[in-house]
């Protein structure tokens, strides 16, 4: 069985600074793994996804993660915070080679960005 | 290409009653997953369909359940309605049962009085 912590449940930060998500995973198989933003009264968006290669994954808006196999992390980060990037982030883990398994969710991160 | 869609939007229902849900997912892709976010209890997975027939189901009573039509989208209902079914239910599609990234749908919300 698989589960997922995303260890702060909110993260406050102002305006151009920057920020880490992070995100630890238990499986005892391999894993995909996906982070997902969520803005105010909208469904789940794709940032970004290591399925193998590069440890070092690069998304849409800025965001990048690391997979770090020997931590079981897959930590969200970015240099420079904007307004627009107040939202819910979710990481989330797919076992390899078990299509169709749906993905595991942690139970979210609340980025609120301010001015 | 349009995205995942679902509808209605908003749904409010009264405890007892029944509730259905519907997804249209991406043109192309065959599998359709229901998943459910509940206040405090994160995403947790309902159903999951492919070409038509149910092919998984997470740890929720039977009286979730639901159906994948020969277009691909699919319909989930909830049955004797309970005040803990409030929660924004969200449909993902893939292109294959093989695929692993999931699109997402905007989400219904239920709400449930």
């Known amino acids: 069985a698989q589960s997922v912590t995303q260890l702060d449940s909110q993260v406050p930060v102002f305006e151009e600074a920057p920020v880490e998500l992070r995100c630890n995973y238990s499986?005892?198989?391999?894993?995909?793994l996906f982070w997902y933003v969520q803005y105010p009264n909208q469904g789940l968006q794709l940032l970004l996804k290591?399925?193998?290669?590069?440890?070092l994954v690069k998304g849409i808006n800025g965001f990048e993660a690391e997979f770090n196999k020997s931590q079981t992390s897959f930590h969200l980060r970015k240099p420079s915070v904007h307004i627009s990037d107040t939202a819910e982030y979710f990481c989330?883990?797919?076992?390899?080679?078990?299509?169709?398994?749906?993905?595991?969710f942690g139970k979210g991160t609340t980025l609120s960005v301010s001015s | 290409e349009a995205g995942v869609t679902q509808s209605p939007t908003h749904l409010i229902k009264t405890r007892g009653q029944q509730a259905t849900l519907r997804c249209s997912p991406i043109s192309g892709h065959t599998s359709v997953y229901w998943y459910q976010q509940a206040l405090g209890l994160g995403l947790q997975f309902l159903l999951w369909?492919?070409?038509?027939?149910?092919?998984n189901r997470g740890n929720f009573p039977p009286r979730f359940s639901g159906r994948q039509f020969p277009n691909y989208s699919s319909e989930l209902n909830v049955n004797a309605l309970e005040l803990e079914d409030s929660a924004l239910y969200l449909c993902?599609?893939?292109?294959?049962?093989?695929?692993?990234?999931?699109?997402f749908g905007p989400g219904t919300r239920l709400t449930v009085t």
């Open positions: 499986s005892s198989v391999s894993v995909y």
């Open positions: 989330a883990v797919s076992p390899l080679n078990q299509a169709g398994t749906a993905l595991i």
């Open positions: 993902a599609s893939t292109p294959t049962v093989s695929s692993y990234e999931q699109y």
């Open positions: 290591y399925l193998s290669g590069s440890t």
């Open positions: 369909y492919d070409e038509g027939e149910e092919r």
